[in-house]
């Protein structure tokens, strides 16, 4: 989907916390995971062709946040980088306390930034959480200098990405909980329980309703309902439905009033909990009632790259094309009824969303392939071989240049390199 | 030789009591694993030539050529360990008593010393980029000196009935005499990443774009199967074919770039069946107790069943399998896993 650059509409200078400066200062709000509920972060305007990398001091798993001046990337080693996209220059670094890989968030001059990795703290019957003893946070750091502006604890993990509307900050954790604060100061405005942790699902907003996606513990995730879907009302955090699918390490897509969530069905015990599949569910977005629900063959789930075991696809066009990693398979389904269109077979999983523009979709895998697929047939056009594996970082398309990271490489390519 | 003989099937030590280790080393594992029925050795990517402990991992000896890479399976023939290494103006061939890996003598190569060597007789035969040599065992002297016209680089060489195998890319395998260096025959199949396995008379190789069966004496082709155009990936090894393993009148051979594993009936090709894996494997496999074992480059080591092809287990690790290929000391499989060394023991499987 092509998105114009949107103007700022107002500018002020940011307060400290406890003041609530206006919201409103970027040039282009990048409001959750890969900009948008379709996960097509396409981003159209005049950009150049660029070419650059530039190395983090660790691995790369969370999205890219953009705001149309700066690119902002969090890694393994615990920092946000703000990046100059024409350049590669870094133009700031904040610090985190842990991990960070939650996608950053972008809204009225400021930066959100979780922590968190994928730590069991406490993992009994009806009661998980993932963690470490002493918490973790949300961050807001301010977009121009990344000076912090707030914290926030968590008790559990916040590695999935929050999503921003309406001047609220919406995320699952890992303490199954979701929370909403008041993006301007940190203020916690609501708090509701969930079925389960969030793990890496980022949430994602439309309209009035939040979607996050939970996972219950090592013991009961295998459950029939071991895993839900939750609508919520960011503004009050009240729920709305709840459905069994999905996986916390898939962002839902939302998109032709069905939300999208792949799901993980594994072995229970030994060397067999590798063997598996996966499945992807279409729920309606105001009932959460089954619209169509596709399983895949059996297949191994694996760790090289990043642990993942389901994918949030990404929709465009009538389409929802989503990796199966189990299988090593992209494929592309009708959104209205998941009529399969086609299916490719790459070289290892891919476990990042792909980017569909002008015809073509564009994703690397874990055994560091890179792919020019056309997302009419899936032929795949192009491969072009990295020596690291693509982990769940997904790319981001600004005008003529592809943002991509590779394990703790952030590269620039030309698209008409590509 | 590499993987022990030229059926590449590093079966050994049938009475070995089942391990399970995993050591970090201080680089990559690069080369395949080499047993004398004491000690395991193997090269890393820093230099190093390891002597481990099968029992507990542990190493015994360490003998580092400083500036160097070692990419080579060691070689073990009596008391003496040979192992290439390459690296600008450091590449050599050198030998190390096994006991404690004093360096017995060093004969200089060039930067392209990353295949393994094999010992036939007195002698050590060697292959790197367009040379083949025999090496005296004893000191090192060159004996002969071959070349294969229009090479880049060459696979491993291997033994087999009183001839020497090589594949080389471009396309080309030749036969050479291992006493005089004197070329058999010459045919344009093969490649550098797979070392030819040879079996029931049949020198099996591998290049991009197929898999085929030579005939021993002549290089005449047995058999070919085309293998479709697939895909190049650089992550744990940038091979675009891997060595077979031979055992009991099948080929079992991974055709990387279509991340499929295949077993060719030896005689005539046949499929008897192919299975996919989740990322291309880049190593020889090893078959024992009815399965084959094999590890791809998202980190899976597979239990797969040799007669059908069923995926019996998969254990996923966190680095990619290289080219490094397994060996099994009785019911325990050694491996090379990025910068660790794993013994995984068949109850692992289960």
């Known amino acids: 989907m092509m998105r114009p650059v949107l103007v700022a509409l107002a500018s002020a200078a940011l307060c400290a916390c406890g003041s609530r ?85 972008v809204a009225g001059g400021l930066v959100f930034a979780g922590s968190g990795t994928n730590a069991v703290l406490v993992d009994r019957p009806g009661d998980t959480v993932w963690g470490r003893p002493q918490g973790n946070h949300w961050f807001a750091f301010r977009a121009d200098d990344g000076t912090l502006a707030w914290s926030f604890r968590t008790a559990g993990q916040a590695m999935p990405s929050a999503a921003y509307a309406g001047g609220v900050l919406t995320f699952g954790t890992g303490d199954n909980v979701a929370v909403g604060l008041d993006a301007a100061t940190g203020k916690r405005l609501w708090t509701t329980d969930l079925p389960g942790h969030v793990s890496m699902a980022s949430t994602a907003i439309v309209g009035d309703l939040a979607y996050l996606v939970t996972t219950k513990g090592e013991i009961e995730h295998h459950l029939p309902d071991g895993n839900h879907v939750v609508a919520l009302r960011w503004r009050d955090g009240s729920t709305v439905w709840s459905a069994p699918y999905g996986n916390s390490d898939c962002a839902p897509v939302v998109a032709e009033g069905l939300v999208f969530v792949e799901g ?155 | 030789m590499y993987q022990a003989s030229a059926t590449h099937n590093a079966v050994l030590a049938a009475n070995f009591p089942a391990a399970d280790w995993a050591r970090k080393q201080v680089a990559a594992v690069r080369g395949g694993l080499a047993y004398d029925g004491r000690r395991i050795y193997t090269t890393l990517a820093n230099g190093d030539l390891l002597a481990i402990d099968p ?36 590449g050599s061939w050198r030998a190390f008593r096994a006991q404690d890996g004093t360096q017995l003598w060093a004969h200089a190569g060039d930067a392209r010393v990353d295949p393994s060597s094999a010992y036939f007789g007195d002698r ?18 060159a004996l002969w000196r071959a070349q294969i016209p229009a090479a880049r680089e060459t696979s491993s060489p291997v033994v087999r009935d009183g001839t020497l195998f090589v594949s080389a890319t471009p396309a080309r395998t030749v036969a050479i005499d291992p006493d005089t260096g004197r070329t058999r025959w010459s045919a344009p199949y093969g490649s550098a990443g797979c070392t030819p396995a040879v079996a029931q008379r049949l020198v099996f190789v591998e290049d991009r774009t197929a898999v085929a069966a030579l005939d021993e004496r002549t290089g ?131």
């Open chain 2, 124 to 141: 050590l035969l060697i292959a790197a980029g367009e040379t083949v040599a025999a090496l005296r065992a004893a000191d090192g002297v």
């Open chain 1, 21 to 105: 400066p206006p919201l409103e200062t970027t040039v282009l709000p990048w409001p959750m995971y890969q900009m948008d509920p379709s996960h097509n972060a396409i981003v159209a305007g005049s950009f150049p062709a660029t070419a650059w990398s530039l190395n983090l001091n660790g691995k790369i798993n969370g999205g890219f946040g953009y705001d149309g001046r700066r690119l902002y990337v969090p890694d393994f080693s615990g920092d946000v980088v703000a990046i100059d996209p024409s350049t590669g220059r870094v133009l700031w670094k904040a610090r985190g306390d842990d991990v960070m890989m939650s996608t950053p968030i």
């Open chain 2, 220 to 350: 005449a082709v047995r058999w070919r199967v085309a293998i479709p155009e697939g895909i190049r990936s650089s992550v744990g090894s940038k091979a675009t074919a891997a060595a077979g393993a031979y055992d009991g009148g099948v080929l079992f051979q991974s055709i990387p770039g279509n991340s499929t594993v295949a077993a060719f009936r030896a005689a005539d090709g046949h499929v008897e069946w192919s299975v996919r894996t989740s990322a291309p494997v880049k190593m020889s496999g090893a078959i024992a107790g009815g399965d084959l074992y094999v590890g791809d480059t998202i980190g899976v080591v597979y239990r797969i069943d040799e007669r059908t092809g069923g995926v019996r287990a998969a254990l996923p690790f966190d680095q990619p399998y290289s080219a490094s290929p397994p060996l099994v000391l009785g019911t325990t499989l050694v491996v090379g896993d990025g910068i660790y060394l794993r013994a995984i023991s068949q109850k692992t499987f289960q």
């Open chain 1, 264 to 418: 993980v069905t594994d072995g229970v015990l030994g060397p067999r909990e590798a063997i598996g599949y996966n499945d992807v569910t279409a729920l309606d977005a105001r009932t959460g009632a089954v619209r169509w629900h596709y399983r895949g063959a059996q297949g191994v789930f694996t760790t090289v790259g990043t642990n993942e075991r389901g994918i949030a696809g990404t929709y465009h066009g009538g389409v929802l094309y989503q990796s199966l990693p189990a299988l090593s398979e992209l494929v592309a389904f009708r959104a209205r009824d998941g009529r399969v269109l086609w299916t490719a077979r790459t070289a290892g999983p891919v476990k990042m969303s792909p980017l569909i523009y002008r015809g073509n979709l564009y994703a690397g895998d874990g055994v560091g392939v890179f792919y020019v697929i056309s997302a009419r047939s899936g032929a795949i056009l192009k491969s072009l071989a990295y020596r690291k594996p693509f982990t769940s970082a997904p790319p981001l398309i600004v005008g003529a240049t592809l943002f991509v990271a590779n394990t703790n490489t952030v590269m620039a390519v030309p698209l008409d390199r590509l």
């Open chain 2, 55 to 90: 029992a507990s991992g542990h190493a015994v000896w360490r003998a580092r050529v400083a500036g160097a890479a070692a990419g080579a399976t060691p070689i073990v023939a009596g008391d003496a360990v040979f192992a290439g290494f390459a690296g600008a103006g450091n």
